[in-house]
């Protein structure tokens, strides 16, 4: 990478364009209800943004194939942290004893404070019977 | 002799601020060598105190709340103070340039800033020793820390700066091992301490981000409210546990890869032969790097991931065998029919071979998820980590100290008191951990200032040989530290153990100012005992 690359005005506007045109993408699909795709799909239009920006404004594409190596890289070190770690919570309590407390952490959780309390087997449990239940314990 | 050998790196140029503000590799090196050595003593000193209080049941010494603060305050310290930043930024900083040929680091700035933000760093580190310590464990897991009342806000913003200085040291050798090498230093003619930094500097700035982002969330949390890991804000604790390990668990590469660098460049040059497998090692040094990245989750057996999950890592944690089982077998044979000479650098990479091979397999034990869920947050894991960390990485540094001593002072130590020393660090280590081992077998949880009085004999025998290692890691600094007092000098032409790279054979001992009087030419490789024989030569 001895001489530097002179872009011109027009891929500039293109990219610009581009940009503005998937910000408008962004906006739109949050209105359609995918589920829990919506995040997969904003993560993705915003990578592809993002990428745009290092290619084309930072000259990524046209530098030295090391720094090109570095953000491949990164993205590729994200890619697993995020995937593997999805593996623990997409099959988390996936021995499936129950599935009320299948999800333990959100369902427990004070913030989602709408389901009544069970036990580890899904039992309902009386918030106000601590005797009666030490009571269970002994029998 | 002209007066311009006379001129080194430690007497030109004079004065406090020539060393405060100096941008010299080798003298930042120093500035990171020495404190480090502090904070491994203060470290050290913390893990006596804890050992003598566990040498009998009940609360003897210390209180349960003193003890949690130092083993919290040991781990810190050990592992963010002197482990990381200590090899690569002083053996690391006073070595890559000249094994390069190059007058300085890349960006030699930048490399002062690194050793200031670390000493920035440090200094939330000490506020919190002196406000009254932190008591998490070196892990701050949640929910814990984030309703600990303790000191858990300056300690992790000490980390999350020291992080910085990671990175840009990492950084900084990256750039210095691409663009520095004198012509014809090709990528396979490097020592292999150069490819060992250069896969740690990797690591370095691909994790430590992580640390980092890690940290902010924890403090988003605390301070904003906002759920990320405690389950009542909606959170998910575990997911601390992957944010954390996914920095940590190749934090544990970058605390090793430099120790096998060291033992790569003792191995040849005390056995003076050729290195067994120069690729097979250079490229076990990336493929640890990369491999690294992938076995997190071995250290959450026990979190409630998911069974899925545990699977995978489990099974990826046994890749991590081949390339360091590559390395370990590449040493035993490049010393099969060498000139083994027992110098005191020699014994301490005997010690690690040893040490480390026990590290090592008992971290295969660990891998496995069945047995692992029965040793979890025992002794025995306890006794594992020290036998990778200070049997394997701290015992290579105490060899790369000795190793390059004569090189970056100029002056010798008495070698009988050195191997001495490097016998009883040698048996007080295994006195002090292998019955931990067995502890961890018989269910002696970690983390406790108490026990059972069943756990007494093997607690015992583990704080009196803890005393032997102590004494004998103090004897062996201070025998380094008495041959400035002795002025017993080397001919600053001298390569007293006969190596091979640039640093010994075309530089003065203690090195010029600027490294080389003149651009090295590269005349052989780094360990061509095969082809050119390399006198070994003390003094005149």
């Known amino acids: 990478m001895s001489e530097h690359h002179i872009t011109p005005l027009k891929t500039y506007l293109i990219i610009a364009a581009s940009l503005l045109f998937l910000s408008g993408v962004t906006v739109w699909v949050s209105y359609i209800d995918l589920g829990s795709f919506n995040i997969v799909l904003a993560m993705f239009v915003a990578t592809v943004k993002a990428s745009l920006v290092a290619f084309f404004f930072m000259h990524l594409l046209w530098d030295d194939k090391k ?7 990164s993205l590729m070190f994200f890619g697993i942290f995020v995937t593997i770690t999805m593996l623990d919570t997409g099959f988390r309590g996936d021995l499936g004893l129950n599935p009320e407390t299948k999800d333990p952490i959100n369902k427990r959780a004070a913030f989602y404070d709408t389901l009544p309390l069970t036990d580890t087997h899904g039992h309902p449990v009386d918030e106000h019977s601590d005797e009666h239940h030490e009571d269970k314990d002994h029998h | 002799m002209s007066e311009n050998t006379k001129q080194n790196y430690l007497n030109h140029p ?30 050290g000193l913390l893990a006596l105190v804890m050992r003598f209080e566990l040498a009998a049941p009940g609360n003897d010494i210390i209180s349960n709340e003193v003890y949690n603060n130092a083993y919290t305050l040991h781990g810190a310290i050990m592992i963010f103070l002197f482990i990381i930043p200590a090899i690569p930024g002083a053996l690391g900083n006073i070595l890559l340039p000249l094994m390069v040929g190059a007058k300085d680091v890349a960006f030699p700035r930048l490399n002062l800033a690194s050793f200031y933000i670390y000493s920035f760093g440090a200094l939330f580190a000490m506020y919190t020793i002196i406000n009254g310590g932190v008591d998490t464990g070196w892990t701050f897991y949640t929910p814990y820390s984030t309703q600990s009342t303790s000191n858990v806000v300056p300690m992790t913003l000490g980390i999350f700066i020291i992080g910085f200085s990671s990175i840009l040291t990492g950084l900084n050798f990256i750039a210095t091992v691409h663009k520095m090498r004198i012509p014809g230093l090709t990528w396979y003619k490097l020592p292999l301490f150069v490819w060992a930094l250069y896969g740690t500097s990797l690591v370095q ?3 430590t981000p992580v640390l980092a982002i890690t ?15 405690d389950p009542a804000l909606g959170g998910d604790p575990v997911l601390y546990q992957h944010f954390f390990w996914f920095y940590s668990h190749p934090a544990v590469y970058i605390m090793i890869l430099p120790a096998f660098g060291i033992i790569s460049e003792i191995i040849p040059v005390h056995s003076r032969k050729k290195i067994w497998g120069y690729k097979f090692i250079a490229y076990s040094t990336l493929s640890i790097a990369f491999i690294g990245f992938l076995v997190w989750g071995h250290h959450m057996f026990t979190s409630g ?17 081949i390339p360091t089982g590559v390395k370990i077998f590449s040493w035993i044979l490049t010393m099969y029919k060498g000139q083994v000479s027992f110098t005191p650098p020699m014994f301490y990479a005997l010690a690690f071979l040893f040490l480390f091979t026990i590290g090592g397999l008992t971290g295969i034990f660990l891998g496995a998820v069945a047995l692992d869920i029965h040793l979890h947050d025992t002794y025995f894991v306890v006794a594992h980590f020290h036998y990778v960390m200070q049997g394997g990485t701290i015992v290579a ?11 970056s002072f100029g002056v010798m130590y008495n070698q009988t008191i050195a191997n001495i020393a490097a016998l009883g660090v040698f048996i007080g280590f295994n006195g002090t951990f292998f019955p931990q081992f067995l502890l ?3 269910g002696m949880p970690r983390r406790y200032a108490t026990y059972d009085e069943q756990f007494v004999e093997l607690h015992s025998y583990s704080t009196f040989w803890s005393g032997i290692l102590g004494i004998s890691i103090f004897i062996a600094v201070m025998n380094l530290f008495w041959s400035f007092i002795k002025k017993n000098k080397v001919d600053p032409g001298s390569n007293p153990w006969g190596g091979m790279t640039l640093e010994w054979t075309h530089t003065s001992s203690p090195p010029h100012p600027h ?12 360990y061509d005992y095969d082809k050119v024989i390399v006198e070994k030569t003390y003094k005149k």
């Open chain 1, 67 to 73: 720094n090109l190596t570095m953000f491949l890289m």
């Open chain 2, 14 to 43: 004079k004065g406090i601020m020539s060393w405060l503000l100096t941008l010299d590799h080798k003298r930042i090196g120093l500035m990171y060598l020495f404190s480090g050595i502090l904070f491994f003593f203060l470290g």
């Open chain 2, 205 to 207: 700035i691909t994790a």
């Open chain 2, 215 to 229: 940290m902010v969330l924890l403090m988003l949390e605390r301070f904003l409210g906002i759920g990320i890991f």
């Open chain 2, 305 to 321: 991931q998911s069974v899925f999950s545990q699977i995978v890592f489990s099974f990826i944690t046994y890749f991590v065998g």
């Open chain 2, 397 to 407: 540094f105490l060899g790369g100290l000795h190793h390059w001593w004569p090189k």
């Open chain 2, 440 to 442: 961890g077998l018989r």
């Open chain 2, 515 to 526: 490294n080389f009087e003149e651009e090295p030419v590269l005349q052989h490789g780094p």
